[in-house]
Antibody
Framework: QVTLKESGPALVKPTQTLTLTCTLS??????????ASWIRQPPGKALEWLAR???????VYSTSLRSRLTISKDTSKNQVVLTMTNMDPGDTATYYC??????????WGQGTTVTVSS | QSALTQPASVSGSPGQSITISCTGT?????????VSWYQQHPDKAPKLLIY???KRPSGVSDRFSGSKSGNTASLTISGLQAEDDADYYC??????????FGGGTKLTVL
């Protein structure tokens, strides 16, 4: 059974860097064909796709957030990591990781809520 | 890159059918057969309903169906049930190998 679980700080201060971890179970981020994405959802608002990393370390970022995002994987820990710099209260959201196949997210983590406040 | 356009809300009575539209551009919905649809209940993670525009994952009811015409994709739910009361999002492959979501539609089952 494939599962993903996000973890990270619940509260960060403005201008700080956020680091989120997605721990995979039942698959490895280096398995041929594996693709993982990060998606976020501000309270009461729509989903927003952020970034993707492939098994071969190919990376793609949201056009609007590209300058602030870095996605990576740690195969030894079975994890995918997302960092977002210069956090702002507008970045308050639930952040999800998901397995991506054929342009769709078929397995989602439970999400982790991040609040940006001083 | 603007979000795909969905109606903010739709409603229907149990047993009826409803359709949710998702309008994009020739750079996203119109260019790829890679539209997906998600159902999200309050405080839950989204659930995949439709992928590649028309395909259903194993375990998803055949009451859910997808279609596309030009730059607009659609999700139809037939035989509405109380548990269908949720938010629905479309998503499309877009330029630069990115993905773009719609603004979401709140479905109310009356």
């Amino acid at each position: 059974q494939v599962t993903l679980k996000e973890s990270g700080p619940a509260l960060v201060k403005p201008t700080q860097t956020l680091t989120l971890t997605c721990t995979l179970s039942g698959l490895s981020p280096s398995t041929v064909g594996m693709r993982a994405s990060w998606i976020r959802q501000p309270p009461g608002k729509a989903l927003e796709w952020l970034a993707r990393i492939d098994w071969d370390d190919d990376k793609v970022y949201s056009t609007s957030l590209r300058s602030r995002l870095t996605i990576s994987k740690d195969t030894s820990k079975n994890q995918v990591v997302l960092t977002m710099t210069n956090m702002d209260p507008g970045d308050t959201a639930t952040y999800y990781c998901a397995r991506e196949r054929s342009g769709s997210m078929d397995v989602w983590g439970q999400g982790t809520t991040v609040t940006v406040s001083s | 890159q603007s979000a795909l356009t969905q109606p903010a809300s739709v409603s229907g009575s149990p047993g009826q059918s409803i359709t949710i539209s998702c309008t994009g551009t020739s750079s996203d919905v119109g260019s790829y057969n890679l539209v997906s649809w998600y159902q999200q209940h309050p405080d839950k993670a989204p659930k995949l309903l439709i992928y590649e525009g028309i395909k259903r994952p194993s375990g998803v009811s055949d009451r859910f169906s997808g279609s596309k015409s030009g730059n607009t994709a659609s999700l139809t739910i037939s035989g509405l049930q109380a548990e269908d009361d949720a938010d629905y999002y479309c998503c499309s492959y877009a330029g630069g190998r990115t993905l773009i979501f719609g603004g979401g539609t709140k479905l109310t089952v009356l």
